[in-house]
């Protein structure tokens, strides 16, 4: 119900949002800016954080006798961060799944958007797999994780989350809201 009534009430501040940046835009009409952004977006994908926690995991698995008793700490803390940023990524991806096939949101690069965003609920085609954007849950558990471990450099990370966040809508796959359902999803996952 909640979601049904965000849905109407920010529909039109989604289509203005992903008017202006999509259509006669800084961001799409530079070649070098659009190729940043196709580029980027990419880092989202939930099979990078995969394969970046099960590696870091491994090798601390590996090595573990080969660290001395000095370094025992940073050891642990590594191991149990990639443990962490694994199993928080799982949860994670599970919810925006979910949430992604009851919800039932055309994505804006599928559709003629005039004045309105379709829904069909419960819908398995990726077409209808607009919100959350995974990619954007995906890229903020690794902020919320990393900005556990290291907090000097928090901001970066949000920063850096944000423009990856920022590149689903410059592609067209994504509205706004549907970056700020991925941003809600991840704390939660974060926080399971």
């Known amino acids: 119900v909640i979601l049904i009534l965000n849905f109407a009430l920010s529909n039109k501040i989604d289509l203005i949002i992903y008017d ?5 835009s800084f961001f799409t009409n530079n070649f070098y800016f659009k190729e940043f952004f196709i580029n980027i977006t990419e880092i989202g994908d939930s099979l990078w954080v995969f394969l970046f926690s099960a590696i870091i995991y491994f090798f601390c698995y590996i090595f ?3 660290i001395s008793k000095n370094k025992k700490g940073i050891y642990d803390k ?7 940023l694994f199993i928080a990524t799982l949860i994670t991806g599970f919810l925006t799944q979910i949430i992604k096939h009851i919800v039932g949101r055309l994505r804006p690069n599928h559709s003629q958007i005039e004045n309105n965003v379709e829904f069909d609920f419960f819908n398995l085609d990726s077409a209808f797999h607009s919100f959350p954007s995974g990619h ?3 890229i903020f558990i690794v902020v ?3 900005s556990i471990f290291t907090p000097k450099i928090k901001y970066f990370y949000f920063f850096f989350g944000s423009l990856v966040a920022l590149s689903r809508v410059i592609v067209g796959a994504h509205f706004f809201t549907d970056i700020i359902g991925g941003v809600i999803i991840a704390f939660v996952g974060f926080k399971i």
């Open 64 to 66: 573990k006798n080969k």
């Open 78 to 84: 590594i191991k149990i961060g990639s443990l962490f």
């Open 20 to 24: 202006k940046i999509t259509k006669n």
């Open 144 to 146: 919320f994780v990393f």
């Open 136 to 138: 954007t849950s995906t």
